[in-house]
């Protein structure tokens, strides 16, 4: 909701301020440096770029316009199944778990916990992690450290869509200055014509440049840091799972693992004690006393 306003207000301030100006807003309606410019930004990501971060790119513009997953509800959530597994886990060893992290669609586990088990990456995350676990050929510190690269490349692996409309965006008043560029030749072209078609092409040549630079700093650049907190609050989700799950095998008592994860889940989305506490229990949380 705020990126469309924001979009509305980028927008609304510069139609506004031209008509304030007396502007004619028929002059920047020029559909062939639309073309110019839109066709060859489309034509510069496709060569810069494999298929699927192309494909990547498309879905997430989504993260633009809707709000972030990553919410306090989904934290809650998360550490509730993290206990389960975890309770489960020390009554009845970690064997008692294969089961769980062989067929995680049949779980009854999982199922309980369906607003977590429907990230696919993340349910494969703790289930390959658990996995190594009860292999108990591994180590914490390798744990550790298997669990940073992993991390590692699921974090460049989603960075590399907003770097890539990064890449796009920049080329965009390079673009707009091509668009005006050919605008300009079309005006030489007309030369010894009636001033008012001549100065209508220097007009549209001018749109070009004004095109270019919108589109950059004013839509595409937001779209792409957009993208990127959206791919460091996943970056911080996962983080918070190999906390938690590092912690447990560590020997951490499972409140104190779930624990360690409600510590490193980012102040703007981590839930109080109480909350977690009322989750944990399975309780609707008691409402403040009016005043």
Avoid: W
Avoid at 92 to 111: I, M, N, R, T
Avoid at 197 to 205: D, Q, S
Avoid at 231 to 237: D, G
């Amino acid at each position: 909701m705020l990126s469309i306003i924001g979009i509305v207000a980028v927008l609304g301030a510069i139609i506004g301020g031209f008509l304030m100006e007396r502007g004619n807003l028929r002059v920047l309606m020029q559909p062939s440096e639309l073309v110019i410019i839109g066709g060859a930004a489309l034509g510069t990501l496709l060569i810069a770029n494999p298929l699927p971060v192309v494909i990547g790119i498309l879905r997430g513009l989504r993260c633009v316009f809707t709000p972030s997953k990553y919410n306090k509800t989904l934290y809650l959530a998360t550490m509730a199944m993290l206990n389960d597994l975890f309770n489960k886990a020390r009554k009845g060893g970690l064997s008692s778990l294969e089961a769980d992290v062989e067929q995680p669609d049949q779980s009854e586990l999982f199922k309980k916990h369906a607003l977590v088990a429907a990230e696919e990456h993340a349910l494969e995350f703790i289930c390959d992690t658990l996995r190594m676990l009860m292999t108990g050929n591994i180590s914490p510190h390798e744990l550790d450290q298997m669990l940073e690269v992993d991390l590692e490349v699921h974090h460049k692996e989603t960075t590399q869509f907003a770097s890539a409309l990064v890449t796009v965006a920049d080329a965009l008043p390079g673009l707009g200055i091509v668009a005006a560029v050919l605008g300009v030749i079309v005006t030489m072209g007309a030369l010894g014509g009636p001033p008012s078609e001549i100065g209508h092409k220097v007009a549209a040549a001018l749109v070009g440049t004004f095109l270019g630079i919108l589109l950059c700093y004013g839509i595409f650049s937001p779209f792409a840091s957009s993208m990127s907190k959206a791919a460091e609050a996943e970056a911080q989700y996962y983080n918070c799972l190999r906390v938690g799950l590092l912690a447990y095998a560590r020997g951490a008592p499972p409140m104190v693992a779930v624990e360690f994860v409600r510590r490193s889940i980012p102040y703007a989305v981590r839930p109080t004690f109480l909350e977690l506490e009322t989750e944990l229990r399975g309780k609707p949380a008691e409402q403040p006393a009016a005043a």
